[in-house]
């Protein structure tokens, strides 16, 4: 049984999963995102292309209110402050923090049940740097 | 066993040259990726030397030294010069580190051709906490003290003037410390890591002023043999304190007030525009109201500058802080002159808590370093006081004026407190027919607090209500102008 099946039944139907990304990777910190990808998952499958935002600002409140509008259950990020990170898990929504790495390969790794905090990926680019 | 990485090959290792540094420090390769840590970087960070090797450096300290895309990096490694930047972390602990940063450039003997970067990340977390006890918990600055509550009102609403970006317009009598003031606010900012330049803006000519605060291209003038970048460029991403304001010529005010509006401005003889992001705290010893009434100031730049206010008061007003300043200050000059710690003797210290100060704190310390001087006894006898202080005396008491030596703002100071009584309580000084004209701030108080007292037929409820004071605040005043 992977995670989602053993979720709430309504979010067992469909979930979203929420990345924080800086370019095609995982955004180093969770207060300083100000994009983000939230991709919507029915059944271990990805429904849809995820859908990119783009914040007027970093700001982890403004973040922490759009994933709980957006009834998010997932939550990949990099470093994350401690106290944004018992906000969201005290309102029940999962968090994978520490993650470094493509959100693509991410994203992948957390829908087939793969992915764990302070992962790092195998890097998809050479050169990271640029 | 752990391989050793060798700084130069099969003679120093790498790991055993980090170990010596006292702060987290990582080596990075020409790709930014980590070659080696400290153990400082592993109990810093959270990560342990075999999970972070290989790894690219920024996605293993999380910082906000905005090294977007290795951008930091890039710099130092192609200029050379190594850079420092205060930021923070997020550890594995997920909790947020103030961090001073340097990145500098690793290269061989050979050719100098580039080889990697050094990365020191100081922990900075004791000293921040620190400065901010002293400077707005119970030590306050160093050099802005005072115990009395008008000072405590302004030490009150220092920090919130740190955390915004709102204009600032300091106003208060010469020597009060409106330049530390600014500077104590610009420390305390976001932008305190970058530069504070300050610029009197009475003691040059207009068309200096201008080439001084927005620079000038080359042939500009005469004179002009080479660009200059002006004041507001030199304080980008920082803050500009533009002291006595209030003497600026009204043609560079249209210029500071667009400046101010557009965040942009012209250099003189420039075509380009040149974009800064620059806050600005002015300060003035005039008034800058009547400034405006008469002409003399823009009233759209008043508004502009006057955003956040802070009116430091003048010595006299402050109760008790000046026997508190004086032997703040004979204790400081007593230090350095490397001399035992001396005392005022009554007759010297009579005198001194009777002077007026018009020329404020800046007075009274130059005062006690005249005393901790002159005098090479441990008693500050009166005779060791300096002369002018008695001349003064003396002429205002030929004159009939009991009071202290008062400038000409304090004055106008004074005469608009009075008009302000007379205005909200005509009676109080009709009266009598008596008024204060501009002489001492407790003459006058005196002279207030008896007229209400004759309105009021003796009543020191009625007084305290014309005065707008407390019953309490009144019966302290009475008491101290010795009135019962």
């Known amino acids: ?130 | 066993m752990m391989r050793k990485t060798f700084a130069v090959p099969g003679v120093i290792a790498l790991d055993d040259l980090l170990a010596g540094f006292p702060h987290a420090t990582a080596c990075l390769d020409e790709g930014f990726k980590i070659v080696a840590v400290n153990h400082l970087f592993e109990a810093l960070t959270g990560y342990g030397r075999e999970a972070v090797v290989g790894v690219y450096g920024d996605f293993i300290v999380r910082s906000n030294m905005g090294n977007n895309r290795g951008q930091i990096f890039q710099r130092v490694a192609e200029s050379g010069e190594a850079v420092t930047i205060d930021g923070d972390i997020i550890n594995r602990s997920r909790k947020k580190v103030p961090v001073r940063f340097t990145v500098s450039l690793l290269h061989t003997k050979r050719g100098g051709r580039s080889k990697g970067l050094l990365m020191v990340l100081e922990d900075i977390s004791v000293q921040q906490k620190t400065s901010q006890a002293t400077l707005f918990g119970g030590d306050r600055a160093a050099d802005i003290i005072g115990h009395s509550p008008k000072m405590q009102a302004v030490f009150d609403i220092l920090p919130l003037m740190s955390h915004t970006e709102a204009s600032i317009l300091i106003t208060g009598e010469t020597g009060t410390g409106k330049d530390k003031i600014a500077e104590t606010i610009h420390r305390n900012s976001s932008r305190g890591k970058y530069q504070f330049v300050k610029i009197n803006c009475g003691a040059l000519p207009v068309e200096l002023l201008e080439s001084e605060l927005f620079g000038h291209v080359k042939g500009a003038f005469t004179g002009a043999v080479r660009d200059k970048a002006g004041m507001f460029k030199m304080a980008d991403k920082g803050t500009i304190f533009l002291t006595e304001i209030g003497d600026m010529p009204l043609s560079l005010q249209v210029k500071l007030l667009s400046v101010l509006d557009d965040r942009a401005f012209y250099p003189v003889g420039g075509e380009r525009k040149e974009k800064v992001d620059v806050r600005v705290i002015a300060a003035t010893h005039r008034s800058l109201r009547d400034q405006v009434q008469r002409g003399a100031f823009r009233e759209d730049l008043f508004y502009r500058l006057n955003v956040l206010h802070i009116h430091l008061p003048p010595l006299r007003e402050r109760e008790g802080d000046i026997r508190f300043l004086l032997d703040y200050f004979l204790q400081d000059y007593a230090t350095r002159l490397g001399k035992e710690v001396q005392i005022f003797c009554k007759a010297a210290l009579h005198h001194l808590l009777d002077y007026s100060y018009p020329g404020n704190v800046r007075e009274l310390r130059n005062i006690v370093e005249y005393c901790a001087n002159v005098c090479r006894k441990h008693d500050i006898n009166k005779e060791d006081l300096p002369r002018y202080l008695f001349e003064r005396s003396l002429a205002r008491r030929q004159d009939g004026d009991p009071g202290g030596a008062v400038p000409t703002i304090a004055a106008a100071e004074a005469v608009h407190r009075v008009k302000t009584v007379e205005k909200a309580e005509p009676s109080v000084v009709a009266a009598t027919g008596r008024r204060a004209d501009g002489d001492n701030w407790t003459a006058i108080e005196k002279e207030m607090i008896l007229q209400a007292l004759t309105t009021g037929k003796g009543n020191r409820q009625k007084a305290a209500e014309l005065l707008g004071w407390g019953r309490t605040t009144l019966w302290r005043k009475i008491r101290q102008h010795g009135l019962v």
């Not at chain 1, 999963?17 to 059944?43: H, K, M, N, P």
Request: hydrophobic fraction near 40%.
């Open chain 1, 1 to 130: 049984m992977v995670w989602y099946e053993k979720m709430k039944a309504p979010m067992k139907d469909k979930i979203k999963i929420l990345i924080t990304t800086q370019g095609d990777f995982v955004a180093q910190r969770f207060d300083l995102t100000s994009e983000v990808v939230i991709a919507t998952v029915e059944r271990g499958e990805a429904v849809d292309k995820p859908r990119t935002i783009i914040m007027d600002r970093p700001s982890p409140e403004d973040l922490c209110n759009m994933i709980m509008e957006e009834n998010v259950a997932l939550v990949i990020c990099g470093g994350i402050e401690d106290r944004h990170y018992q906000f969201l898990t005290w309102k029940k929504i999962r968090v994978i923090d520490f993650v470094i790495g493509d959100h693509e390969s991410a994203l992948q790794k957390a829908i087939a049940d793969d992915l764990k905090q302070g992962d790092m990926l195998p890097l998809s680019r050479g050169d990271l740097s640029l």
